[in-house]
């Protein structure tokens, strides 16, 4: 046999024990068992928004300024309502809670400051809004209640503080930037009863009321 032939049938017969060890170490098909498929789905991750805080309403977390087709939805819901404004000539600075038991009717309940430098009055009240659901943004509303105001004297001034019944009727727009957030515009007339200095009977005091703020809703599920 010559060297090129004896070359020839050492190279065939290292190809043929490669396969062969190739075949003894691959896995028997026969024999593997099937590994189970987790089927199971984990549950979704609570939307976020970039600091890490949870949304209102996590729904609106991927869609900030979306609004949702159709009537504004007030049933079940609670709001929140920091605002400033005018009363009178003063500055003053309210906190409002309201919710709504159906779609055209809220109670809300109120407490305002009024630092005057000279008294000081914390007025505060439970009123009834009264409203019609419209589609889009704008969510004109109007609004009456009673409450009582306590006047204080400041230290500058030798005088007890005095209370009075206070009663107010306006009105007021929403402008919904997102289904859980708008922003709060109102105006009211605030009449307010006690008795004047040397007179006998009851006096009327009026003062125009004007505020912004806004009102933060979340969904309470019955």
Known sequence: MSAHARILVASLALAAGAATAARADAPDDSLSVPMPVDTTTAAPATPRTHDGLEPLEPALADRPYHLSPGDRPYLHRLSFSPAVGMLGNDHLYSLRVAYSPNTWLAYEGSIAHDPNHEVHAIFHSLSVIVRR???????PYLTGGYGMTVVLPSGAIAAQSVTKNVLTAGGGLEWFIRDDLALRGELRQATAFGHQPN????AAYDYFEQTLGLAFYRTLRP
């Open 199 to 202: 007179h006998e009977g009851m």
């Open 133 to 139: 659901p419209l589609p889009g943004r704008f969510q």
